[in-house]
C-alpha cells in the first residue's frame, strides 16, 4: 500500500514528511511506519523525518480497536524503529492527539506542538489501553508524574504538556517551527545523534560508575576525531 511518505529538500539535506491520520488502522500506521522507517536506512545522505500528528477527539481517544496481540507487537516494534532511526524525528501535534499520535509524538526527538493541541490517554471500548504510551510516560515524567495522568486519565493540555516536557515548542505557525527545526537539527550527524541518545537514556537507568565508563569512551571518541581534524599527534602516541 502506498505509505504517503513525501521528500522535501531543505537547508541541509531532505525531510521525508509523514501525515499521520490517526484515524487509519492499526495495521495500515504500523506499515506506514514501516515504509519510513524502510526509505531512511535505504539513505546515504542526512535525513530528518517530519511526522504530522493530526488527530480528532474520536480519533484520538478510542484505540485501538479488536486487534490481534500480533498486530499491536508489530505496531509497538515499529515506533521502536522509528525511536532508533540513525536521522532527526521532528513530530508535529495539533488537535486532540492520543492512541497512534501519542505514541509517536513521545518517540520523537523534537516535539512541537500546535496551539491548539490537547495530550489524551488511548481508551479501547472505555477501558484504558496499556500500550507502551504509558512507559515513556514514565520514562519522561518519572513515575510521581506520570501516575497523575495514567491513574486518573486525565487530558493533558498544551500549556500542562509544556509544562511537564512532553512537548518542546508551541507555536501557532507549525511550517515555519518545522522548518527551523529542520535546519538545526539536521545538522547533527548520525554517529552523534546515535552517541547523545545512548548517554540520555542511560543516565536514567544506570548507575554513575557504570555510565561513567561509557561516558569516558564518548569523550576518548571526541577527542580523536579533534586532534584528527587538527592534524595533531597524540601524547600517548597512539593513533
Not at 500546535?114 to 514514565?138: A, C, E, I, K, T
Request: aromatic residues 4%.
Amino acid at each position: 500500500m502506498t505509505t504517503n511518505v513525501d521528500l522535501a529538500p531543505d537547508t541541509d539535506g531532505l525531510s521525508l514528511i509523514l501525515d499521520i491520520d490517526c484515524a487509519r488502522s492499526l495495521r495500515e500506521l504500523t506499515e506506514m511506519i514501516n515504509g519510513l522507517c524502510a526509505r531512511v536506512e535505504s539513505r546515504v545522505d542526512r535525513t530528518v523525518t517530519v511526522l504530522r500528528l493530526r488527530g480528532t477527539p474520536a480519533s484520538g481517544r478510542e484505540w485501538p480497536g479488536d486487534v490481534r496481540v500480533p498486530e499491536v507487537n508489530r505496531w509497538e516494534r515499529a515506533i521502536r524503529r522509528l525511536e532508533r532511526l540513525d536521522a532527526v524525528n521532528i513530530a508535529v501535534a495539533t488537535g486532540a492527539c492520543g492512541g497512534p499520535a501519542l505514541d509517536i509524538l513521545l518517540a520523537a526527538d523534537l516535539r512541537i506542538a500546535g496551539s491548539d493541541l490537547q495530550l489524551m490517554l488511548p481508551v479501547n471500548d472505555g477501558h484504558f489501553w496499556p500500550g507502551m504510551s504509558m512507559y515513556r510516560l514514565v520514562q519522561h515524567l518519572g513515575v510521581a508524574r506520570a501516575r497523575q495522568i495514567v491513574l486518573w486519565g486525565i487530558d493533558v493540555p498544551v500549556a500542562k504538556a509544556t509544562e511537564l516536557g512532553l512537548v518542546d515548542q508551541v507555536y501557532d505557525d507549525v511550517d515555519e517551527a518545522v522548518h527551523t527545526a529542520t535546519v538545526l537539527t539536521g545538522r547533527i550527524s548520525d554517529r552523534e545523534l546515535a552517541v547523545r541518545r545512548q548517554l540520555l537514556l542511560e543516565a536514567g537507568s544506570v548507575e554513575f560508575d557504570e555510565a561513567l565508563g561509557t561516558h569516558l569512551a564518548a569523550c576518548d571518541r571526541e577527542l580523536r576525531r579533534l586532534r584528527a581534524a587538527s592534524g595533531a599527534v597524540p601524547e600517548d602516541g597512539q593513533p
